[in-house]
């Protein structure tokens, strides 16, 4: 049974969504890139716990680079090959919702932590 080809409109359209999912995943390497530089500036005191903190962020921000570009080659086999439409897109889907969950984790948890910093300064 031959697969679902989807339409040249079809296909500009995942080829754009394609693009976002990029633009998101060049968006975490470079908060990264950020945090890495500011934890050699030497900005934040004491020093020591300024690298480690840093380190762990940098690591995160860059896992979640990489789970961003994940979908993408597959998102664009769906666009510029024939026969395997949805094959690639559900593999794409697949990528994409492990993405978006591990970046719900780390920014829920960033989140309360930055809620707890700031009652703890308020409580002061």
Do not use: C
Not at 15 to 23: F, T, V
Not at 52 to 66: C, E, H, R
Not at 104 to 116: D, E, H, K, Q, R
């Amino acid at each position: 049974m031959p697969e679902h080809e989807f339409s040249s409109k079809q296909n500009a359209a995942i080829n754009s969504l394609r693009e976002k999912i990029l633009h998101i995943s060049l968006l975490h390497f470079s908060v990264a890139g950020l945090l890495l530089w500011n934890s050699f500036m030497g900005t934040v005191q004491p020093r020591a716990v300024a690298m480690s903190f840093s380190g762990i962020a940098v690591t995160i921000f860059v896992v979640l680079g990489v789970l961003f570009l994940r979908p993408l080659n597959n998102l664009k086999r769906v666009v510029t090959t024939a026969g395997e439409d949805i094959t690639q897109m559900m593999i794409a889907m697949d990528d994409l919702r492990i993405a978006y969950a591990a970046a719900a984790i780390v920014y829920a948890v960033a989140s309360l932590t930055l809620a707890g910093w700031v009652s703890i300064l308020i409580m002061r």
